[in-house]
C-alpha cells in the first residue's frame, strides 16, 4: 500500500514567520510531488509541484524534495493570515496514468 | 487557465434517488477522476478514466458508476443513493501522465436524507 503521510496539525504560526511543511512518502520510485491548499469548505488548489531534488521557489513558497529520505517539505515565508488553510501533499508513485496518492493535510493557523 | 467544472455545489437527496454528478473540463486533458472528502478520511478516490470509454476502480467504487462518453465530460452515477453516501465528491483532470500537474473542481456538497 503506497502511503502518504502528514502531521494533521494544527500547526500554529504567528503572522510573518516560516510556516514549515512536512510530507513523507514509502514509495521509493515516485516520480512527482505536489502541495495543495484547501479552504475550509471549498477544493484543493494546486500551489507548487517539484520533480527533481533541491529545492523549488515561488514567491513566498518553497518546496524542497529529498528522494533519499523519500521527504518532501513546503515552506511559507512571512506567513499571512490568509494562508490559514489545510495543505495537501500528493505524490504520483509511477510514470504512465497512475493517479496521485495524497496525505490527509496538515492544518495550518496563521495567527495574526 | 484551466477550467473544471461540476455541475452543482450544493445537492439535496433521498435514499434510493439515482444521482448524477457531472463534471467537465475544458483543457483537452485525457485522464479524469471522482474522488469523495470526508473528514478525518481525506481524498479518497472513487474511479478514475485515462481517457475516452475507459474507466478504472479506485480505492471505494462501491455503489458508485461512473460514464466518459466525451473526453471533456466524466459523470459519477449514485445508482440508489444512501445516507452514507453524503460528502463532498470533488472532479479532477490532467494531461496524460503523472507528471503532469492535477487540477480540481470547485466540489459538489452531496446530502442524501
Known amino acids: 500500500q503506497k502511503e502518504v503521510e502528514q502531521n494533521s496539525g494544527p500547526l500554529s504560526v504567528p503572522e510573518g514567520a516560516i510556516a514549515s511543511l512536512n510530507c513523507t512518502y514509502s514509495d521509493r520510485g515516485s516520480q512527482s510531488f505536489f502541495w495543495y491548499r484547501q479552504y475550509s469548505g471549498k477544493s484543493p488548489e494546486l500551489i507548487m509541484f517539484i520533480y527533481s531534488n533541491g529545492d523549488k521557489e515561488d514567491g513566498r513558497f518553497t518546496a524542497q524534495l529529498n528522494k533519499a529520505s523519500q521527504y518532501v517539505s513546503l515552506l511559507i515565508r512571512d506567513s499571512q493570515p490568509s494562508d490559514s488553510a489545510t495543505y495537501l501533499c500528493a505524490v504520483n508513485p509511477g510514470s504512465g496514468n497512475t493517479p496521485l496518492v495524497f496525505g490527509k493535510g496538515t492544518r495550518l493557523s496563521v495567527i495574526a | 487557465d484551466v477550467k473544471v467544472t461540476q455541475s452543482s455545489r450544493y445537492l439535496v437527496k433521498r435514499t434510493g434517488e439515482k444521482v448524477f454528478l457531472e463534471c467537465v473540463q475544458d483543457?483537452?486533458?485525457?485522464?479524469m477522476f471522482w474522488y469523495r472528502q470526508d473528514p478525518g478520511l481525506g481524498l479518497r478516490l472513487i474511479y478514475f478514466?485515462?481517457?475516452?470509454?475507459?474507466?478504472e476502480k479506485g480505492d471505494i467504487p462501491e455503489g458508485y458508476s461512473v460514464s466518459r462518453e466525451k473526453k471533456e465530460r466524466f459523470s459519477l452515477i449514485l445508482e440508489s443513493a444512501s445516507t452514507n453516501q453524503t460528502s463532498m465528491y470533488l472532479c479532477a483532470s490532467r494531461l496524460r501522465t503523472g507528471s503532469n500537474e492535477q487540477y480540481f473542481g470547485p466540489g459538489t456538497r452531496l446530502t442524501v436524507t
Open positions: 478514466s485515462y481517457d475516452v470509454k475507459m474507466k
Open positions: 483543457m483537452d486533458h485525457e485522464n
